[in-house]
């Protein structure tokens, strides 16, 4: 989508790595959020952030960290605590938490 | 959890016939969304309803909120062989905006 943007497209992890999915918006929105999706099924929240410097735990985050340092950067790390971390990663922004949400277009995350 | 429930889960039709999709949730909510997914894409929001709103209209899309029921309904007329994708229910809590639950979705197919 237009004004966010997610890398790497790909991504594989080894046994006891850390690893980190990039989400940058442009559109200068205030929410931004990390979804979990696994085949066939829908959407998880993991994490979500309101505004600079605060963020909440969505409803899978064991596993997972989240910093929001600056307003169009939102960076996710699958740690390796995560012991099944393959699936299809969202970033999702929004105006604020009242409007609707826009997405990248996913990183996909496997293990080696 | 998964609190939107979409029927059926797979739906299959000619082009310029309709397609009806179900949504069907367990809480209180403030607001419905509907979104759509192309294979390996992120998720492109289609239209919102508010929880006093009963009925609302984009374009080809019209959407229904019944809440004594807990449910809604995505209607496409004229549908096309581009109108295939995955289509997905969202609902917003009630005292936590911005925080999205996820149906599994319906996956539906246009045959030119």
């Known amino acids: 989508d237009g004004g966010i943007t997610q890398s790497p497209k790909y991504l594989f992890r080894k046994e006891g790595q850390n690893v980190t999915l990039s989400c940058e918006q442009n559109?200068?929105?205030?929410?931004m959020y990390w979804y979990r999706q696994d085949p066939g099924q829908g959407l998880r929240l993991i994490y979500y952030?309101?505004?600079?410097?605060?963020?909440q735990k969505g409803d899978i985050a064991e596993g997972y960290s989240v910093s929001r340092e600056k307003k169009e950067s939102f960076p996710l790390t699958v740690t390796s605590a995560q012991k099944n971390p393959t699936a299809f990663y969202l970033c999702?922004?929004?105006?604020?938490?009242?409007?609707?949400?826009?997405f990248g277009d996913g990183t996909r995350l496997s293990i080696l | 959890s998964q609190q939107g429930e979409e029927d059926p889960q797979a739906l299959s039709i000619q082009e310029g016939e309709n397609a009806t999709m179900n949504c069907s949730y367990k809480?209180?909510?403030?607001?419905l969304q509907w979104y759509r997914q192309n294979s390996g894409r992120g998720l492109v929001h289609l239209i919102l309803?508010?929880?006093?709103?009963r009925e609302k209209h984009s374009g080809r899309l019209r959407v229904t909120l019944d809440t004594s029921k807990k449910s809604s309904s995505l209607l496409i007329t004229a549908s096309r062989a581009a109108d295939t994708a995955s289509y997905f229910c969202?609902?917003?809590?009630?005292?936590?905006?911005?925080?999205?639950?996820f149906g599994q979705g319906t996956i539906l197919t246009v045959h030119p």
């Open positions: 309803i508010r929880s006093n709103e």
């Open positions: 969202a609902t917003g809590r009630g005292t936590s905006y911005g925080k999205l639950t």
């Open positions: 999702a922004i929004s105006r604020d938490s009242l409007q609707p949400q826009h």
């Open positions: 952030s309101q505004i600079v410097n605060d963020f």
């Open positions: 559109l200068n929105h205030d929410a």
């Open positions: 809480t209180s909510i403030n607001n």
